[in-house]
């Protein structure tokens, strides 16, 4: 569906866009230590106030320590709390305090992930989406290297209609992509190059863990090619978000340019928790980016590697959704049935005006809780609907195609500046 003014994140434009870095190094100066105690003894205990601690050093982590009680204070050992937090710790003797030092996990972060990210650029054919309006009429996005004998995952719209495409490793070796799959419904796709022993990152399994304010890291090419494995700094901002695309989204702060498509969002452990796909780029909108997450990335691989494609499950009808769920309303509105595109589901005497509440005794109020949904089934399974027809409440059990879940395209002002 097309609508106007949203950046995919490829290199068409040379927006000056600020990449920033985030250092978190932060120096504690804790309590004194009220005791007589030798210098080694006073290196390895250290008191520990209400507010000795800065909460941003440990990002919600809950650590627990053997601790003293004397005195009314709380003594712990610091060695104990160093290795804990990471970081460093020393005893200045001349002023009796201990100084801190938080561990910064953002750049062993991005030394660890950036050599599995990769930049991807080529020409765009004639009248494909995403054509360059540069000199050179060249575009490019980034991929994120999955198994180390040259699979990597990308965004579809980055390889879409792309001729003479090359992959570039953070080492700057270039190698021809040799073999590629598509598919626009996830905007996923998997390139092949010849090569052995990449460096490949470690795809999260779930997302479901993220929490909304949780730190994460944006790498990728963003605006110019020779500005590969950048690192962008940002938050979770949401979860779930059913913004214009087929599956759920993660919504993120993080500076997303164009050419940060295809790139990975990374959490603090080094785990690919998403792929980077789009971002709102209307006038006076900031930091609005969005990642497909990992369960996602991993439901096209899973298919790919054992079927050669996505063998996607379908339910053979255009549906319409509620105006609650168009405009984002938490709702419990059902779908209504427009029209119906199988034999199948017309054997199981779906017809048009028909409403759809369940399927397989869960609730659906959108499409994209129908694609979320079935993930878990594949084309010829049977599943059970409970639907309103003529004015009762009825079951019918339909037999899965293969295909898309289709939705009734509804102009709404609240979408004029989301585009995918």
């Known amino acids: 569906m097309e609508r106007n003014n949203i950046d995919r994140t490829r290199a068409r434009n040379a927006n000056n866009d600020r990449i920033t870095d985030r250092n978190k190094d932060t120096n504690l100066n804790l309590n004194k230590v009220r005791t007589k105690m030798t210098t080694a003894a006073v290196m390895a205990i250290l ?4 507010s000795a601690i800065n909460p941003a050093v440990i990002e919600g982590a809950s650590v627990k320590l053997n601790a003293k009680l004397q005195d009314d204070q709380i003594y712990i050992n610091s060695k104990d709390l160093i290795k804990a937090l990471g970081g460093t710790g020393q005893y200045d003797t001349k002023t009796g305090t201990f100084i801190y030092t938080a561990k910064d996990e953002i750049p062993e972060v991005v030394e660890a992930v950036s050599p599995s990210v990769v930049g991807i650029i080529g020409r765009p054919d004639a009248g494909a989406e995403g054509g360059s309006s540069d000199r050179y009429n060249l575009t490019h996005g980034t991929g994120v290297i999955i198994k180390s004998n040259g699979w990597i995952v990308t965004n579809a719209h980055v390889i879409d209609g792309l001729s003479n495409a090359v992959v570039v490793t ?4 270039t190698y021809k992509i040799t073999d590629s799959y598509s598919d626009p419904t996830s905007d ?4 092949k190059i010849n090569a052995k022993s990449l460096k490949t990152a470690k795809l999260a399994s779930s997302s479901s863990h993220m929490r909304v304010g949780e730190t994460v890291i944006a790498i990728g090419t963003p605006v110019s090619f020779s500005l590969r494995n950048s690192a962008t700094v940002g938050v979770v901002s949401g979860l779930n978000r059913g913004v214009n695309a087929s599956y759920r989204l993660i919504q993120s702060d993080t500076a997303i340019n164009p050419g940060n498509s295809g790139g990975p969002l990374v959490n603090l452990k080094g785990e690919v928790i998403g792929i980077n796909t789009m971002k709102y780029a209307a006038v006076g909108v900031e930091n609005t980016g969005f990642s ?13 590697f054992k079927y050669g494609e996505v063998k996607r499950a379908s339910l053979g009808l255009t549906l319409e959704e509620s105006w609650s ?11 209504t049935v427009t029209s119906v595109h199988t034999n199948e589901a017309e ?7 028909d409403v759809l509440y369940s399927i397989d005794g869960v609730r659906v109020t ?3 809780d129908i694609n979320e949904l079935l993930k878990k089934y594949l084309p010829g399974q049977k599943v059970k609907l409970l639907m309103q027809s003529d004015g009762d409440i009825v079951t019918r059990y339909l037999v899965l195609t293969q295909g898309e879940n289709s939705v009734v395209s509804v102009e709404d002002e609240a979408w004029d500046e989301v585009d995918r």
Do not use: R
């Open 47 to 50: 008191m520990l106030g209400a």
């Open 170 to 173: 953070s080492d700057g070796k």
């Open 188 to 191: 996923l796709a998997l390139i």
């Open 292 to 304: 497909i997450p990992a369960e996602t990335v991993h439901y096209v691989i899973h298919h790919y």
């Open 325 to 335: 769920a168009i405009v984002g309303l938490p709702t419990d509105d059902p779908l």
């Open 347 to 353: 054997k199981a005497k779906i017809q048009e005006g």
């Open 366 to 368: 959108s499409v994209v």
